[in-house]
C-alpha cells in the first residue's frame, strides 16, 4: 500500500511541476485556443461557416442552371458572375458568423463541459487587454478548466464542488478582470499601496489558479484513492514478481 501512496504523490507532485513551469513560461501563442473547450466551439463555428458557404454554392449554381435554361444560355459573362459571386460568398462566410463571445452572466450557465467552453472563449477575448504575465496566467487556467470540466462531468451536480467551481468561474475570475479593465491604462504600472494594477491583476488570477488546482486535486483523490484500492487487490488477487519469486522458493 506504501507503493501506491508514493505512486499517487508522485502523480500529484507531476502535474505540481507542470502548473509551476506553464506559470512561469506560458505555453500559448496570441490568437491560440487557451483550451480545448473554446477550441471545439471555434471548430463548430467553421463547420457551420462551411455549411453555409457549400449552401449557398449549391444556390447559385442552381440560379444559373435556372437561367441558362430560361436565356438558352449564360454566355461568357454568365459564366464570370457566377465565378465572382462563388468567390465573393467564400470570402464573407470564411469571416461571417463569427464566433459569440460570450456574455459574463452566461459564464456559469449550463452544464460543466459548456460552463468550461464559454470560459475559455471568454478568457480569450479578454487577453489583448492583459499584462504579459497576467496573460501567461490565463493561459493555465484554460488548461486547468479542460481537466477540471472533465472531473465535473462525473460528478452530481449537487456536490459542494460544482458549486464552488462555478462560483469561481462565473464570478471571481469576471469581477477580478473587469475590475482590472476599469482601470485606465496609463495608471495601470503605477504603484498603489504597494502594487500597480499588472502585479494585483497577476497575483489575483494567481490566486484562483490555484484554487482551481486546489479543487482538481480534491476530486482527483478520490479516484487515485480507488486505483490504489484496485492494484493492492489485483496485487493481492493475481500476484506480482514478489509473488512470482516466493513460488520459486
Known sequence: MADTTKQSDQILSAAGQSLATQRS?????????IGKGSAGLKFQSVLKRAGYFGAAVVAIFAAMSIAGIVLNGIGFWGVVAAFFAVVTAG?????????KIPKRTELKQGEPKQMVARTELWLEAQR?????PAVRVVDQIGVQLDALGLQLET?????????EVRE???????????NYRKI???????KHVGKSADDRLTDSLGK????????TRRLAEGAL????????YLEYRYGGDEALEDLKQ
Open 25 to 33: 513560461g506560458g505555453t500559448h501563442r496570441p490568437g491560440e485556443s
Open 184 to 190: 485606465p491604462e496609463h495608471l495601470r504600472t503605477e
Open 155 to 163: 460528478v452530481d451536480q449537487s456536490h459542494p464542488s460544482v458549486a
Open 128 to 132: 489583448p487587454a492583459l499584462p504579459p
Open 91 to 99: 470570402v464573407f462566410f470564411a469571416n461571417y458568423p463569427k464566433v
Open 225 to 232: 484513492d480507488d486505483l490504489a484500492i484496485k492494484d493492492r
Open 168 to 178: 469561481l468561474v462565473g464570478e471571481y475570475i469576471p469581477e477580478t478582470i473587469d
Open 208 to 215: 484562483i489558479s490555484g484554487e482551481i488546482d486546489r479543487v
